[in-house]
Structures are given as C-alpha cells and as structure tokens.
C-alpha cells in the first residue's frame, strides 16, 4: 500500500534526515531534496495537499513541527487506500536559504510557521511572514510551539496578543515542550512511537489537536 504522508526536507542542515534515518520504523515516505529542490515540481501532479513548514529563524522547531505531524496524519490516515494525501516540507532557518524556502511555497496549499514563546523568535518570523508568506497569498498559520507550562503562562500570553496584533491567523493549538520532544531524534522516535504513558500521551495529544485544527485528516 502506498504511503499517505510524504516528508520533505530541503534544508541543508539535514537535521530532518539524520533524525529520520535513526527510525527504525518510518512512518511515512520520505526524501531529502536541497540539493534538488526542482524535484519537488513532481508534487504539482500528485493530488496531494502540500504544507510547508517555515520560519527563518532557526532553532524554533520546525523539524520537529514537521515529523511529528506527518507522523500524526500517517497514524490518523493508517488503512486507508487513496493513495499520497499530504506531503509536509521541512525548510531552512535561515536567510542565506531564502531560495529553497521559495521554491517549496510554489507547489504548496498553506504554510504553518512555528514560533516558540521567546522575545528573540518575534521580528524574525514577521520578516518572514511580511517578507516572503503573505506576498504569496497563500493561507497561513503561526502555531506557538516549545511552551513549557512550567513557567507560567506570561510568554505564552505575550506571544498570543503579539501575534494577534499583527493580524496572523493563529492556531488554537499550542505545542507544549516535553523531554520526550528533544530525546526523540537521539532515540529516533516520531510521537506516536513514543512509550504509552500520561506525559507521551499529552505530547501526542498537542499535535493531533493541531492537525485537527487544521484539517489534516485526509483528502475531501
């Protein structure tokens, strides 16, 4: 049976690929293509819903955003017979690499751009979304990612009412960060590979609520 869920990678820090190569099982197909990113024109022909990852600013967990929901949609998607139904791009934080984030918008339907709840991460993902989303015209969403409720909810509040001020459209969904989050590209674990306890399932829970809410449960 065909996989349902394919994950892209063309960022050139290959941090997708290294963490994908360490499962044992893979969930979905995937491919790493910063070197060949004219190859991700095949995807214009496949039918299936594309959904870049991206934010210009590194370290706020794009890579993670990206395999843990391909991982959820796969799971949600499991025995079903349609074919490739959503392919998830991975792209580079960074500037220099500007190219192959445009070259990923072309063939995709909406971008989810993660932005942890940290002062640092607010005017690199408005250079984003100002200087490269929103002239696309493509449908977005900022998901606040890598909150530790351990600290209270100010930054998380902060980060809200910032986003909401510029007029994004933001998820409801808000990533929460576990332990489990950053030992699973060491261990070489997508979520829902994680061990069944109460913490594993609430980190389950954050990313099936958010491709819930963006309506990543098959093909209409």
């Given amino acids: 049976m065909p996989a349902s869920v394919y994950v892209v990678s063309i960022d050139p820090q290959a941090s997708t690929v290294w963490w994908a190569n360490r499962i044992n099982d893979l969930p979905f197909d995937f491919s790493q293509e910063h070197e060949t990113p004219e190859n991700l024109a095949v995807l214009k022909d496949t039918g299936a819903q594309v959904h ?21 949609v796969s799971d949600t998607l499991k025995g079903q017979d349609k074919g490739l139904q959503h392919v998830f791009i991975d792209t580079p934080g960074s500037l220099q690499d500007e190219n192959l984030l445009l070259e990923a918008l072309k063939y995709a339907h909406d971008v989810i751009i993660p932005m942890p709840p940290e002062g640092l991460a607010f005017d690199p993902t408005a250079r984003t979304i100002q200087k490269v989303i929103e002239p696309t015209g493509l449908p977005f969403k900022v998901t606040v990612n890598n909150w530790d409720p351990r600290d209270g909810t100010a930054d998380l509040e902060d980060t809200k009412a910032y986003i909401d001020a510029q007029g994004w459209p933001r998820a409801e969904a808000v990533i929460r960060r576990y332990k489990v989050h950053t030992r699973a590209s060491v261990e070489g674990k997508v979520v829902t590979q994680y061990p069944k306890n109460r913490v594993a399932m609430e980190a389950r829970e954050d990313f099936f609520r958010l491709a819930l809410e963006l309506g990543y449960g098959g093909r209409s």
Wanted: proline letters at 0%; aromatic letters at 0%; zero cysteines.
């Fill in 52 to 72: 870049v990852v991206a934010n210009q600013k590194g370290g706020v967990g794009k890579t993670t955003t990206t395999l843990n929901l391909g991982a959820i």
